[in-house]
């Protein structure tokens, strides 16, 4: 997962600078991370949540990326590199319960979408 940030923030190096720079890498950063998080437990919680909040959690990752101003074909495959990492990864050997599911579920949400918020205040 550090090699994938390393180059989707290396991608987004490239971009113009802002006067806020480093405020700006660290919500990059904040955001890639979120989003790894937020779809890694929507995929171990598939079996009580349902497929639909992975492939959710999915286009959230793709929106984030791509807010970053990376072209889109770009943050798709990041995003499929993520997903993929996730798949493969071994199951945990116990499964999140339903509480656990729906709250972690709703905290890594509200996480990726404070840091689009940073992100975004960092632009300015």
């Not at 979120?34 to 779809?39: E, P």
């Amino acid at each position: 997962m550090k090699a994938m940030i390393t180059t989707v923030v290396a991608a987004v190096a490239m971009l113009p600078s802002f006067a806020s720079a480093d405020s700006y890498q660290v919500a990059i950063d904040g955001m890639m991370r979120a989003s790894y998080r937020h779809m890694e437990l929507t995929y171990a919680c598939r079996h009580v949540t349902g497929p639909s909040q992975f492939s959710n959690a999915r286009v959230a990752a793709d929106n984030a990326v791509r807010a970053t101003g990376i072209p889109t074909d770009m943050a798709m495959a990041t995003v499929e590199k993520m997903a993929s990492i996730i798949m493969a990864a071994p199951e945990r050997k116990a499964r999140p319960s339903l509480t656990e599911c729906t709250t972690g579920v709703a905290r890594t949400k509200q996480e990726l979408l404070r840091w689009r918020r940073q992100f975004r205040r960092s632009q300015q």
